[in-house]
């Protein structure tokens, strides 16, 4: 049996994926997740061989539970499951080690194909989504990524920097890189791009 562990922060959008998947005759969800952090910690107890996930949920999304998973030493491998059509976010999933990544438009017998398809070792990712993460480098560092998405969410550079334990003229110096690096007007239309793009 595959063992799977889901993490998805919407009830009726897990219930749904435990469901599809206990169709299959060779597919167990072991363990359910709200939220990142808490897949992390079920993880650790269930033990399971693939781990599905969204990429955006509270405390740690997708993509850092599979960079945290890898650097604790699991051997699960993981599979986004997400609206992003981005290629961004695909090519930072695949830098976090994700060995899948499906949309959730997908035929929904793509799913359990991917999960066996992951579990034997392999890759399930969309070839065009693939061939495009390629194609646009993404400028930004991971601290100034970091400091855009709080600038983002209508946190004050003061704000920011006490968060990230940072000077003020710092988190300044940061958010204007990033706005001359995306050829924005302000943080606001930085966040923006960076998003449409998928590197936020």
């Given at each position: 049996?595959?063992?799977?562990?889901?993490?998805?922060?919407?009830?009726?959008?897990?219930?749904?994926?435990?469901?599809?998947?206990?169709i299959e005759d060779d597919i167990e969800v072991v363990a359910q997740a709200k939220d990142g952090r808490e897949a992390l910690e079920l993880a650790k107890e269930s033990k399971p061989?693939?781990?599905?996930?969204?990429?955006?949920?509270?405390f740690l999304t997708g993509l850092e539970l599979a960079r945290e998973l890898k650097s604790q030493g699991s051997r699960?491998?993981?599979?986004?499951?997400?609206?992003?059509?981005?290629?961004g976010y695909l090519r930072r999933a695949l830098e976090a080690g994700v060995a899948g990544y499906l949309l959730k438009d997908?035929?929904?017998?793509?799913?359990?194909?991917?999960?066996?398809?992951?579990?034997a070792g392999g890759r399930a990712i969309d070839p065009e989504l693939a061939a495009e993460?390629?194609?646009?480098?993404?400028?930004?560092?991971?601290?100034?990524?970091?400091?855009l998405r709080l600038a983002g969410d209508g946190r004050s550079s003061a704000e920011i920097a006490d968060e990230l334990h940072l000077a003020e003229g710092t988190v300044r110096n940061y958010l204007s890189e990033v706005i001359s690096k995306l050829g924005a007007r302000n943080r606001v239309e930085a966040t923006r791009l960076a998003r449409e793009k998928g590197w936020l």
């Open positions: 049996m595959i063992r799977v562990l889901i993490a998805e922060d919407q009830t009726m959008v897990r219930g749904a994926l435990k469901a599809l998947l206990e061989h693939v781990v599905l996930t969204d990429i955006e949920m509270p699960a491998r993981v599979v986004v499951l997400t609206t992003f059509a981005r290629a997908s035929p929904s017998e793509k799913l359990a194909s991917a999960i066996r398809s992951v579990h993460a390629w194609a646009e480098m993404d400028p930004l560092t991971d601290r100034e990524r970091q400091v």
